[in-house]
């Protein structure tokens, strides 16, 4: 099972559009947070026929709209700020924030750990479980002062059958290519 992980997309449209086009092979979807805007969520819901897993961010402030329309996607879960579930048979823990998150993937009882929030694309191991942060589809950073970094989107594409994930970055010309 190939699961599509995106996160912080910060209603970036255009990037997010080449991101769906990559992944619409993928068996499901899991969105790490910060959609942002409600019409998000439609994009998202029809440029992706597979499940989709969401989780909420700090930036999801009109979860009121965002709730009210996912019942017109029937393939589209909001799962809250957190969630559990098997897929393939690996044991996957989602939650949008890096901290949270590390704390759940050192704890070795999952898998998989996927979540987002400081746009930091990172895959590293802790013991068994794998913690993946796909970076930010918005395309930016922030230092320590808040000063804006650009960057390329990223996001991964995570194998259940092997257990091994794949970052990649849409770049400048919006092509679509391996993340080291």
Same mark, same amino acid.
């Given at each position: 099972? @190939?699961?599509?992980?995106?996160?912080?997309?910060?209603?970036?449209?255009? +990037?997010?559009?080449?991101?769906?086009?990559?992944?619409?092979?993928?068996?499901?979807?899991?969105?790490?947070?910060?959609?942002?805007?409600?019409?998000?969520?439609?994009?998202?819901?029809?440029?992706?026929? *597979?499940?989709?897993?969401?989780?909420?961010?700090?930036?999801? #402030?009109?979860?009121?709209?965002?709730?009210?329309?996912? %019942? +017109?996607?029937?393939?589209?879960?909001?799962?809250?700020?957190?969630?559990?579930? /098997?897929?393939? /048979? +690996? @044991? &996957?823990?989602?939650?949008?924030?890096?901290?949270?998150?590390?704390?759940?993937?050192?704890?070795?009882?999952?898998?998989?750990?996927?979540?987002?929030?400081?746009?930091?694309?990172?895959?590293? %191991?802790?013991? *068994? /479980?794998? #913690?993946? *942060?796909?970076? =930010?589809?918005?395309?930016?950073?922030?230092? #320590?002062?808040?000063?804006?970094?650009?960057?390329?989107?990223?996001? &991964?594409?995570?194998?259940?059958? =092997?257990?091994?994930?794949?970052?990649?970055?849409?770049? =400048?010309?919006? =092509? &679509?290519?391996?993340?080291?």
């Amino acid at each position: 099972m @190939r699961l599509a992980i995106l996160s912080d997309i910060h209603d970036n449209v255009w +990037k997010l559009e080449i991101a769906l086009r990559f992944v619409a092979g993928c068996d499901a979807m899991i969105c790490c947070g910060d959609l942002c805007s409600p019409f998000i969520l439609d994009q998202l819901a029809r440029g992706f026929s *597979n499940p989709i897993h969401i989780v909420f961010g700090n930036n999801d #402030a009109d979860t009121f709209r965002i709730t009210a329309k996912t %019942p +017109k996607y029937p393939h589209v879960r909001l799962r809250g700020e957190f969630f559990e579930e /098997t897929f393939g /048979t +690996k @044991r &996957v823990a989602v939650n949008h924030f890096d901290n949270i998150a590390l704390a759940i993937a050192r704890g070795g009882e999952y898998d998989a750990v996927f979540y987002g929030h400081n746009h930091v694309f990172d895959i590293r %191991p802790f013991g *068994n /479980t794998l #913690a993946v *942060n796909p970076g =930010s589809i918005m395309g930016c950073q922030f230092d #320590a002062q808040a000063n804006r970094i650009d960057v390329d989107s990223t996001f &991964v594409i995570y194998d259940t059958d =092997s257990g091994l994930a794949q970052g990649y970055r849409i770049n =400048s010309t919006g =092509s &679509v290519e391996p993340h080291p």
